[in-house]
């Protein structure tokens, strides 16, 4: 019994400062995750028949979702992945530098998608910026040889355009967190005869681990999620899952808006179920280095 209430007050503590954040999400939202439920199961709406999971068993069997959920897990995990990466590294070189560095890394953050949708047109686009001096140095005979870098089916544009927006976003977490942890155990590891590889394995990234995984939860959610940029990026075909609820839910045939609806709430379920784990693991890496402080 008295284990079970120490459970019971180790979940509201660790979960409780949740509570009115969640409470807050669930009355703006709820309701309508609540109808759209409803709709996606024919209980409301268009053609409402009463209970039935027809609509999902559709989806299961169709090979275009399978396609889109594979391309849009793909893109937000490469997109992470280097986010992370070259972010890393960044925040690494920026480490000593002086108070600019942290403006630096705020420069991409306040640009709207639509700008800098915008922008990666104007730049890499067949007739863009890169094309035309491609053309005045003599790379290319004309905008033809350009390599397609928009709107192809590589996915290339909508890549780059994430590596641009997010890398200064993780190098600028990561700056953070390298400064705020100082350069102590570092110095230490240096002393006791570590190398520099072995002082950045041993001790810094350990350290810097929880911030990481944060970091990459934040990155992917917004990635897998993201509707605008693959949608004015990428191409017609093969489309990413937000891409293509929005043109089931717009197409012509008004029954496919009960699969567009479903296929919301699958996409919402696979980014809860991601950001579920990775906070899974967030949690036990942050047990864990908890555990090796204690004497």
């Known amino acids: ?87 890393l590294g960044l925040a690494l070189g920026l480490r000593g530098m002086g108070g600019w560095a ?19 047109l104007l730049l890499l686009a067949p007739s ?21 870098w928009v709107n192809d089916r590589g996915y290339v544009g909508v890549l780059l355009y994430w590596l641009w927006k997010e890398i200064p976003f993780a190098a600028l977490v990561t700056l953070t967190l390298l400064r705020s942890m100082g350069r102590d155990l570092e110095q230490q590891a240096r002393l006791l005869g570590a190398s520099g590889w072995q002082c950045f394995w041993a001790v810094t990234l350990p350290l810097l681990r929880p911030g990481l995984l944060a970091t990459g939860i934040l990155i992917f959610g917004f990635v897998f999620s993201s509707f605008e940029i693959p949608f004015l990026l990428g191409p017609t075909y ?31 379920g696979v980014a809860a179920a991601g950001v579920s784990l990775a906070a899974g693991v967030l949690g036990e890496v942050g047990s864990r280095l908890g555990r090796g402080k204690q004497p």
């Open 102 to 120: 942290i403006w630096l890394g705020q420069l991409t953050l306040p640009i709207p998608h639509l700008v800098g949708v915008a922008g990666m």
């Open 238 to 268: 093969p489309r990413t899952l937000p891409v293509l609820i929005y043109q089931r839910f717009t197409h012509i045939n008004l029954e496919q808006r009960q699969q567009a609806i479903a296929l919301g709430l699958i996409l919402l």
């Open 1 to 87: 019994m008295n284990s079970l209430r120490g459970a019971r007050l180790s979940l509201l503590n660790r979960y409780g400062p949740l509570l009115p954040a969640l409470a807050l999400v669930g009355l703006l939202y709820g309701g309508g995750l609540l109808l759209a439920l409803a709709q996606s199961v024919g209980l409301y709406g268009l053609g409402a028949s009463g209970l039935t999971l027809q609509g999902y068993g559709e989806l299961l069997r169709d090979p275009e979702v399978w396609g889109s959920l594979g391309l849009s897990l793909g893109i937000a995990l490469v997109a992470t992945g280097l986010a992370i990466l070259f972010g």
């Open 128 to 148: 863009g910026w890169l094309a035309r001096l491609a053309f005045q140095v003599g790379w290319i005979a004309s905008d033809q040889d350009f390599p397609l």
